[in-house]
């Protein structure tokens, strides 16, 4: 009991410098961190100055995704951001899209994209394919 | 007999330094980037966000404090005690990911593939991990403490 004590302890120390002064810190709300989300509502409002990113698996991707939209998976990625950044074109608003709300790889493959490109207009898709997906089901 | 008490150390310092290494590398890698293993830990949906960042800061300190305690023999046991019951955590976490389909990324290394079956594939290796971890701590915590007993 002691030695796990202990070690507990001496985890404190460097916990709290960072907490202080760690340059990749988190803030204390999830808002403050989060990608910026936008409805399918909101994005026909751009128009169509849109890229989509489809951050699903490759099988959905391929089973079927929003027109022109492309893939991008954070295990092929140095393969697939060449491509993606190919099509996308300045002035052009991104919007990352995955499965739902429960979904997390669009806001993870949305950070990673700023991180990587620099691009400003980055968004994700609230509710995801299925907020797609029912938006097509209602128009038919 | 002396020869199969020589390897079973063999393996069992072998199982040490690996368990050691891997844990203080997932933990340097881990506090390299406390902000992306907050939003990692919150996407569990298990804990509110502050207390997930309040983790975030604290965890990967203590992967490589019990790492490094592993090594040594005057914090081995306390180590492997931190380490199983870690591993315990982390297992209940993926298992409870998996459960209700979460389409995530670990966290348990950082940065890392994301979706249902690279869950499970972090679930299993969370589960071997707490096997050695816990194979390790019952072998230690039969080693006799100086100035204590031995026990049988």
Partial sequence: MKQAGALLLIALLPALVAAALHPRRPAWSRELMSMPEVTLEQTRHWEGRVLWVDARREADYQQRHIPNAVWLAEEQWERQLPEVLQVWQPGVSVVVYCNDEGCALSQSVARRLRRDTGIDGIWVLKGGWNAWLGAQKRRS | ?152
């Fill in chain 2, 1 to 152: 007999m002396a020869g199969g008490a020589k390897a079973a150390e063999l393996i069992a310092r072998g199982a040490r330094l690996a368990l050691a290494a891997l844990f203080v590398y997932a933990g340097v890698v881990k506090a390299l980037g406390p902000g992306e293993f907050a939003l990692a830990i919150d996407n569990y949906r298990l804990l509110p966000f502050p207390l997930a960042a309040a983790l975030a800061l604290y965890l990967p300190w203590l992967e490589i404090a019990s790492g490094l305690g592993v090594l040594w023999p005057k914090t081995r046991l306390g180590a492997l005690s931190l380490l199983a019951g870690l591993g315990l955590v982390f297992l209940s976490a993926l298992a409870s990911g998996v459960a209700r389909g979460l389409d995530i990324e670990c966290g348990c290394f950082g940065h890392g593939h994301a979706g249902r079956p690279a869950l499970i594939a972090s679930l299993v290796r969370a589960a071997l991990l707490v096997l050695v971890a816990t194979a390790l701590l019952w072998r230690e915590s039969r080693v006799p403490q100086k100035g204590k007993p031995i026990v049988p």
